[in-house]
């Protein structure tokens, strides 16, 4: 039976949510064969799949085994449709530090924005994870960095992010920041100095474009005042 677009999509997140990492890989495949758009296959089918997955951690029905093995289906995936993705032009290639705050290990986020823009064009350099506030300063500054991206999932680092946007500065470093992760809001990234804000993989392409345009935090951050009343109150103004 031919398969349509949603029912492949559909399918794709749940051979992530299935640990199913043959399922995903051919299905990856199929959706390539079918004109899906590679981008769309990750977010909404792969990555919508990890979502459902991090609810099921949350609620204690997942744990860490069955986290990691749901993980490896979901790159599985996306090895297949990162082939497939157009390459936008590397002309000038804006420099990216990117990694995980240190006291915290989960990177599957931080894993999909760096595949994203590594595909948008910009030179990657991937920390990891538990990175330390010195470790990313001191390679910015190495590599002189246009931007550099924050990530994390647990309230208890979120403080990191800010002494690193400090030290930035005092080290006279002028890379853009952007920062993303579970816990973060947009009102938190503009109390701490970010220049950027991102919810998802696909919205981070787009920030980290604008805030290299010089578009204002504002406008980048507060497009949707009800969205930022939504986040906030998902997350109870937690820091």
Known sequence: MELDRSTILNALAKAVIE???DAARKLAGEAIRLGVDPYMA????LAKGMDKVNELYEEEEYFVPELLVCADAMYAGIEV???HMPKEDPHTRKKIVIGVMKGDTHDIGKNLVKIMLDNAGFEMHDMGRDVSYAKFVDTAGEIKADVVCLSTLMTTTMDGMQVVIEDLK???INSKVLIGGGPISPSFAKNIGADGYAKNAAEAVKVVKGVLQGISLNSVLFKDKRELVSIERNIGGKR
Not at 42 to 45: A, K, N, V
């Open 19 to 21: 640990m199913d990492t």
């Open 42 to 45: 990750i977010m909404d089918g």
């Open 170 to 172: 005092k080290a006279g």
């Open 81 to 83: 449709l990162r082939a």
